[in-house]
């Protein structure tokens, strides 16, 4: 059985070659460790291979989580959908939210966010695969609401996250993280983040310009939902 310190070297061996491929230079890409549903244990052995940045999908399993690791110098972002009630627990406990699609998530995250922390790092989730999946906004309100929350105070626009209908298809990924990169070009912000690529896609996403994989099952095993 490999363990977590092995499967995040062959992550990162995956995450080289990507760059590689795609000539864009070392560590251009960042490594996102998901978590979700996986124990604190999980964490640890993931930090101590050398992994700081977590993403949890649901908020109070993530709470419970950075309860139990406060003695650990991690960053979280938060990546799930994101209901109203939930904004404000959101805004105090994490550095980063890949998943806002509305402006009024947005809008409470930056009324919430606590004064003494610095803003937090948004990214706007666009639905590029249409009927398909339900979170993002579509193509044609991006620009508004990018315009929109870039200008709230307490966050700081950082670019776009994409959850491409799975496919094991090189050329259908392809078609759809370039959409998302041409997308991001198409706004004229000073945006610096592209979220996309997971286990099964991230060399196609490095290919089309992601700056942050998000990556579960290739570092922690298949996640059981049965067992809770
Ligand atoms: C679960 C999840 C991932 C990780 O997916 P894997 O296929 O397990 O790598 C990435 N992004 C989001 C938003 C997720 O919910």
Redesign the pocket.
């Known amino acids: 059985m490999s363990t977590i310190a092995d499967n995040i070297a062959q992550v990162s061996s995956r995450i080289r070659a990507a760059e590689q491929a795609a000539q864009r230079s070392a560590h251009s890409v960042q490594l996102l460790a ?1 978590s ?1 549903t996986k124990p604190v244990q999980a964490l640890r052995e993931a930090y101590a291979a050398g992994l700081r940045d977590f993403g949890e ?1 649901y908020l109070q399993e993530a709470l419970s989580k950075q309860a139990e690791l406060t003695d650990l110098p991690l960053t979280w972002h938060f ?2 959908p994101i209901q109203s009630n939930k904004t404000r627990a959101i805004a105090e406990h994490f550095d980063w939210v890949h998943s806002v699609d509305r402006l009024k998530i947005a809008q409470r995250l930056s009324e919430q966010r606590p004064a003494g922390l610095p803003p937090l790092n948004i990214c706007i989730q666009v639905n590029v695969s249409g009927e398909a999946s339900k979170s993002g906004c579509t193509p044609a309100d991006l620009p508004a609401l990018a315009n929109a929350i870039g200008a709230l105070p307490r966050l700081k626009l950082r670019g776009l996250m994409a ?1 491409p209908e799975p496919t094991e298809e090189r050329a259908v990924q392809d078609a759809a993280f370039a959409a998302v990169q041409r997308l991001q070009a198409s706004l004229e912000l000073p945006l610096d983040t592209l979220s996309m690529g ?3 896609d991230l060399e196609s996403a490095i290919a089309q310009g992601a700056t942050w994989v ?5 570092l922690f095993g298949a996640r059981d939902y049965s067992a809770g």
């Open positions: 998901v979700k999908n990546i799930g959850i997971m286990s099964h998000r990556i579960g099952t290739a």
